[in-house]
């Protein structure tokens, strides 16, 4: 679905990336594990074009689109909940899904994908005329991921979902992601801290530190092997 | 009597407010979307009371139609400085921006008085004086004020009905949010910059019409320092507060005009403009996000 090939960016002079590589199955979950500072963020960004890649290759479905902006990746079916709140907070919450639904091939779906989101997030309908800058982190952070569904996507790079939750929404957050997949159909890069809950929930592990991809595996692979668990997950 | 000369005064302010509100939709729109303050702003104002001033003198046509043909010559202008100066400058430090705005407007200065000379110049709409009960107003400015309402309205509707307003908005609220929503951010900077400037020019011709002493190419300066008090009053990035801050900003202008002229010995506008200087420092210390739109 999603194979990206030694890619690099940065901010001005900084480089982040140091031609991290990796392969994202078609409707599988895969998570992008490491430390805080390592370019995960970095990593979804210049994957979804919102950072300037400086050199590599990502190539989604069979076509290169390392250079496409990011409106034609979303029309495309690949879109970002970036990390923290990037949501509208001035609108409605019904406003921002139909926001979510901003392109044309999004808008024909937009019915049927706003059955699906309060179906998934039952909370969103009750919410509905409230501003989303009003609602709670746990809500705020379902609007982000709900108007990324309303683009009608084939693949959703997830970028801190539990980020600042308690524990019992973490858990709702793992389980709202399984069930994008089995569901839904969509194939799903996570990027996370929490360690633990994403290994339970993944097909597949990459580990990174400094830029660089510096172990991957099943989850039993990275669960077993002490010394990455030990040098970058610090488990 | 006093009393009397106070609401007549006050009801002028609402009408200029209007239009000083109008007048600085534009900059807001442009600090709103692409978070760049136009220095230039009052030179974008001078060009369109210069389009009136010569439609009307050259052609023979109504300061009304100059409206719509200001705001297609604001347009492209927007979309030539956008293209060639601006466009780089939007991830730059905020320095870049504020030094090529502040140069576009002398560029501007520059060529209108290339073409018109520095002198005062003035023309004459001849229309007639309305009473209107707390006071006589000529029917132009009256006409700049139903005008200023009637664009404030447009554009109202045009960012709430609007999937391109919408998209505008979005990215007002979290650029990076529009952005994974499929919004084109770079064609929505393009628009908002020469929709903002197309604004503009359209206020210069209604501010023709509050201007008896005729316009000359620099008389831009005193509008950007009263666009930066009602920008800041209505909250920054937002036009329609930008529209209440310029009636609110009106009101105070000849409210105290009224005033500041009983006081024996004093130039009651010179002291009206100090008024300004000191609202935007005393706004800006307590409230720097604005008086109406608090967040
Ligand atoms: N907008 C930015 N400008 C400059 N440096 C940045 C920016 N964002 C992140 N960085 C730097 O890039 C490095 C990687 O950050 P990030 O990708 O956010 O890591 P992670 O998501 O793994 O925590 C860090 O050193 C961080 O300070
Ligand atoms: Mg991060």
């Given at each position: 679905m999603l194979q990206v090939s030694e890619l690099e960016s940065g901010y001005g002079p900084m480089q982040v990336l140091w031609k991290p590589s990796i392969r994202v199955r078609k409707g599988t979950i895969t998570s992008l594990l490491g430390p805080n500072g390592v370019g995960k963020s970095t990593f979804l960004m210049t994957v979804f074009g919102s950072v300037t890649p400086w050199s590599g290759k990502i190539i989604y479905e069979g076509e290169e689109v390392t250079h496409l902006p990011t409106h034609i990746k979303v029309d495309k079916g690949l879109t970002l909940v970036p990390e923290g709140k990037h949501l509208f907070g001035g609108m409605t919450v019904y406003e921002n899904l139909m926001m979510?639904?901003?392109?044309?091939?999004?808008?024909?779906?937009?019915?049927?994908?706003?059955?699906?989101?309060?179906?998934?997030?039952?909370?969103?309908?009750?919410?509905?005329?409230?501003l989303a800058g009003s609602l709670s982190g746990g809500e705020q952070q379902m609007v982000t991921v709900a108007r990324a569904l309303m683009s009608k996507p084939k693949m959703i790079m997830l970028d801190e979902p539990s980020q600042g939750l308690a524990p019992l929404l973490v858990q709702h957050v793992f389980e709202t992601i399984q069930k994008m997949k089995a569901q839904v159909g969509l194939t799903i890069l996570l990027v996370e801290q929490n360690a633990d809950a994403s290994l339970a929930a993944t097909d597949y592990v990459y580990v990174m530190h400094e830029g660089r991809i510096k172990a991957e595996g099943t989850p039993e692979d990275i669960k077993s092997s002490d010394e990455i668990r030990e040098a970058y997950l610090g488990l | 009597m006093l009393l009397e000369q106070l609401a007549g005064n006050l009801f002028q302010g609402?009408?200029?407010?209007?239009?000083?509100?109008?007048?600085t939709m534009g900059l807001s729109l442009i600090f709103g979307v692409l978070r760049i303050v136009n220095v230039g702003h009052g030179a974008f104002i001078m060009v369109g009371a210069f389009v009136t001033l010569w439609l009307f003198t050259a052609l023979g046509i109504s300061p009304l139609v100059a409206v719509p043909v200001a705001f297609v010559v604001g347009l492209g202008l927007g979309f030539i400085?956008?293209?060639?100066?601006?466009?780089?400058?939007?991830?730059?430090?905020?320095?870049?921006?504020?030094?090529?705005?502040?140069?576009?407007?002398?560029?501007?200065?520059?060529?209108?008085?290339?073409?018109?000379?520095?002198e005062f110049r003035g023309y004459?709409?001849?229309?007639?004086?309305i009473d209107l009960g707390v006071t006589v107003l000529p029917l132009s400015k009256l006409?700049?004020?139903?005008?200023?309402?009637?664009?404030?309205?447009?554009?109202?509707?045009?960012?709430?009905?609007?999937?391109?307003?919408?998209?505008?908005?979005?990215?007002?609220?979290?650029?990076?949010?529009?952005k994974v929503c499929g919004v084109n951010v770079d064609r929505v900077y393009a628009n908002s910059f020469a929709i903002g400037i197309g604004l503009t020019l359209a206020s210069g011709v209604l501010l023709t019409m509050f201007i008896p002493v005729g316009i000359n190419p620099y008389m831009g300066g005193s509008y950007t320092l009263k666009a930066f008090v009602i920008a800041v009053l209505g909250g920054l990035t937002s036009p329609y507060g930008a529209f209440f801050g310029g009636l609110v900003f009106g009101l105070i202008e000849n409210g105290s005009y009224t005033l500041f002229a009983l006081i024996p010995g004093v130039e009651p506008f010179a002291l009206?403009?100090?008024?300004?200087?000191?609202?935007?420092?005393?706004?800006?210390?307590?409230?720097?996000?604005?008086i109406l739109k608090g967040k």
């Open positions: 979510g639904a901003y392109l044309k091939r999004a808008q024909q779906y937009r019915e049927e994908s706003l059955e699906l989101v309060y179906s998934l997030f039952p909370r969103l309908k009750e919410r509905g005329k409230q | 609402l009408v200029l407010g209007a239009v000083y509100g109008m007048a400085f956008y293209y060639t100066a601006i466009k780089k400058l939007i991830k730059a430090p905020e320095l870049a921006s504020l030094l090529a705005t502040f140069s576009i407007g002398i560029l501007l200065e520059e060529v209108i008085k290339l073409i018109f000379g520095s004459n709409w001849a229309l007639p004086k006409y700049a004020c139903i005008g200023s309402i009637i664009i404030a309205l447009i554009l109202y509707l045009w960012f709430n009905k609007t999937r391109a307003g919408t998209a505008m908005r979005s990215v007002v609220e979290d650029t990076e949010g529009a009206t403009r100090f008024l300004s200087f000191l609202m935007l420092l005393v706004i800006l210390l307590i409230r720097p996000t604005g």
